[in-house]
């Protein structure tokens, strides 16, 4: 099982990124993939979630309305569109898997299984 993140970089405050997240080895298209992030000094929070089809999305609070997450499956890929990007969102984004058979999207880090390495993404003010 594999997760590859990638698609951070350096961006001014108000711009956008898109960071891509590609999926091999057991994590099938029904399993709930989902984004988070840590900041220098800070814990790894949660950012954002899908569930397996791609109909159900969740986000934290201090994103909703700027990022998007979306999947294709076909391509098993999964992404963040990040907009309106300010100097708080800097971090290290790490995508995550839920073990195979687990359907639900859900928020706390403890359920996922499969950890990508993590893309750094840097906003300037």
């Known amino acids: 099982v594999q997760l590859q993140a990638s698609g951070g970089g350096l961006v001014q405050a108000g711009g956008s990124l898109r960071l891509s997240c590609a999926a091999s080895?057991?994590?099938?298209?029904?399993?709930?993939v989902g984004w988070f992030r840590q900041a220098p000094g800070k814990e790894r929070e949660f950012v954002a979630t899908?569930?397996?089809?791609?109909?159900?999305?969740y986000y934290a609070d201090s994103v909703k309305g700027r990022f998007t997450i979306s999947r294709d499956n076909a391509a098993n890929t999964i992404y963040l569109q990040m907009n309106n990007l300010s100097p708080e969102d800097t971090a290290i984004y790490y995508c995550?898997?839920?073990?195979?058979?687990?359907?639900?999207?859900?928020?706390?880090?403890?359920?996922?299984?499969?950890w990508g390495q993590g893309t750094l993404v840097t906003v300037s003010s």
């Open positions: 995550a898997a839920r073990f195979p058979g687990n359907v639900v999207a859900s928020r706390p880090i403890s359920d996922y299984a499969y």
């Open positions: 080895g057991r994590i099938m298209s029904n399993s709930p």
């Open positions: 899908i569930n397996g089809n791609g109909y159900m999305t």
